[in-house]
Antibody, heavy 113, light 107 residues
Framework: EVQLVESGGGLVKPGGSLRLSCVVS????????MNWVRQAPGKGLEWVSSISRSSIYIFYADSVQGRFTVSRDNAKNSLYLQMNSLRAEDTAVYFC??????WGQGALVTVSS | DIQMTQSPSSLSASVGDRVTITCRAS??????LNWYQQKPGRAPTLLIY???TLFDGVPSRFSGSGSGTDFTLTISSLQPEDFATYYCQQSYITPITFGPGTTVDVK
């Protein structure tokens, strides 16, 4: 059974930091590029970042460039998103996704004072 | 950036209806187009990739077509479990972009 389990979400003040993790099982993690996608409350889907299988290629949305850092550890079947300088507009559910096929259930990040 | 639009933004339908959703890209994306279904409080699930290929386990009542800039998702006979929001997504080039979604609700 494919599972992607996000953790690390929570309430943080503007300017603060959080680190999301996504642990994968049920498919060969190292064979997939991985993505972070977010969804603000009541809104649509927004792509945040992608990382290639061996971490050679990394891409970010303009809205998070310079503030967020994606990384992965293929030995631990894990994906990470370090989020710094958080803003109210970063409030969303953050999904990790394996390629287009496999999605986690999401981690809620709330940025509020 | 490639802009994705969808029409309609919402529609009301009955079980058994044929439903068609359109997605348009602001420039050609070849066939790098995915369709997702999302139910409230749940993660999106992949329905169709590369415009017309059904993902594993997706019922055959779902189909996709198109290439270039214009794409269509069709549900041939709407079932109760199909009431949801549908998103298209281009994976041709970063930034990856999604359409705004089409909500299918009960007439």
């Amino acid at each position: 059974e494919v599972q992607l389990v996000e953790s690390g979400g929570g309430l943080v003040k503007p300017g603060g930091s959080l680190r999301l993790s996504c642990v994968v099982s049920g498919f060969t993690f190292s064979n997939y590029s991985m993505n972070w996608v977010r969804q603000a409350p009541g809104k649509g889907l927004e792509w945040v970042s992608s990382i290639s299988r061996s971490s050679i290629y990394i891409f970010y949305a303009d809205s998070v460039q310079g503030r967020f850092t994606v990384s992965r550890d293929n030995a631990k079947n894990s994906l990470y998103l370090q989020m710094n300088s958080l803003r109210a507009e970063d409030t969303a559910v953050y999904f990790c996704a394996g390629g287009s096929e496999y999605w986690g259930q999401g981690a809620l990040v709330t940025v509020s004072s | 950036d490639i802009q994705m639009t969808q029409s309609p933004s919402s529609l009301s339908a009955s079980v058994g209806d044929r439903v068609t959703i359109t997605c348009r890209a602001s420039q050609s994306i070849s066939s790098f187009l995915n369709w997702y279904q999302q139910k409230p409080g749940r993660a999106p699930t992949l329905l169709i990739y590369t415009a017309s290929t059904l993902f594993d386990g997706v019922p055959s009542r779902f189909s996709g077509s198109g290439s270039g800039t214009d794409f269509t998702l069709t549900i041939s006979s709407l079932q109760p479990e199909d009431f949801a929001t549908y998103y298209c997504q281009q994976s041709y080039i970063t930034p990856i972009t999604f359409g705004p979604g089409t909500t299918v609700d009960v007439k």
